[in-house]
């Protein structure tokens, strides 16, 4: 079973942290919620409040097959902020391994730690200037080899719908979309 994080922070747009979670383990991937905030309560930019699997302080996330970085605003900034998380991802897209943003996280996040330079990228539109070194898309999502991004909360299904393919199998990730009516939505 393929195992993804996805880091949490004060401040994360919710459906681009809990569609993906949702669509994820419905398709049958490992996904542990990661609290960057010394507690498990972590609380969304619309004042939703949830509890997270674990805290940064307390997971090896060296195992991960995909690293998740949902977006939304003061989110993005706290994520960026944590030694822990911008090791981390650094770690793991040096490794050549799975990275995934949406919203304001590829730019506050992947462009500032220069992880996209030379990439192609997409983000929330008024933060293309800060995807340092990438070619910006404004697609609603943007893969470039083990970087996969996503503009916002708009994207959160299609963008979690592609990560199940890339992880599991486009099968799998279409028979997922069929059985929560995404395919029925788009027709």
């Known amino acids: 079973m393929k ?16 569609i993906p979670v949702d669509v994820w ?16 309560t972590v609380e969304s930019a619309h004042g939703v409040r949830m509890m997270a699997d674990t805290l940064i302080e307390d997971v090896d996330v060296s195992d991960a097959d995909l690293l998740f970085l949902p977006g939304g605003m003061p989110g993005a900034s706290n994520l960026y902020g944590n030694q822990q998380v911008c090791e981390a991802v650094k770690a793991q897209a040096e490794k050549g391994k799975k990275v995934a943003a949406i919203c304001a996280a ?3 996040v992947l462009g500032q730690l220069g992880i996209l330079n030379g990439k192609r990228a997409t983000c929330y539109p008024g933060f293309e200037n800060m995807l340092e070194g990438a070619t910006y898309t404004g697609g609603l999502i943007t893969i470039d080899g083990n970087i996969t991004t996503g503009e916002g909360p708009a994207a959160a299904f299609p963008f979690a719908y592609d990560l199940l ?7 799998v990730a279409d028979q997922i979309a069929e ?5 029925h939505l788009m027709a």
């Open 106 to 108: 590829p730019a506050v």
């Open 3 to 18: 195992k993804v994080y996805v880091f949490l922070a004060d401040g994360f747009e919710d459906v681009e942290a809990l």
């Open 179 to 183: 059985g929560m009516r995404f395919k």
């Open 25 to 40: 383990r419905r398709g049958g991937l490992d996904v542990t919620t990661v609290s960057i905030m010394g507690d498990y």
């Open 165 to 171: 393919g890339q992880l599991v199998s486009p099968q």
